[in-house]
């Protein structure tokens, strides 16, 4: 499943009218290219998504024009904690 990811410095200036909070990508973005050509969304469509380091949720596509995406968050909740890896590396010695 895809997940895109997104940051505060995405957030859309001013919200809209309902006080929802809206992001914005421009069309230079690989974010907007993947949503656009990959998953082949469009206006009223929804992805899964998540902000870095925060929220896991939902976003809902309000406008889509061939320069920019906007879209509105949906929090749905906490993301999953990571699993804890322990790395251990060993590097042979020279002859």
Known sequence: MNIILFSTQDRKTSDDE???VQFFFNNKDE???HITK????G????FKCGLING?????KIK????SYLLFEFTKL???TPLYPINLILGIPRPI
Not at 43 to 46: A, H, I, L, M
Not at 63 to 66: D, G, I, P, R, Y
Request: charged share 30%.
């Open 18 to 20: 309902n006080g929802e």
């Open 31 to 33: 974010r907007y290219f």
């Open 38 to 41: 990959v998953l082949h969304l």
């Open 43 to 46: 206006v009223d469509d929804v």
């Open 55 to 59: 929220d896991v949720g939902r976003g």
């Open 63 to 66: 406008e889509l024009t061939s």
């Open 77 to 79: 909740g906490e993301p």
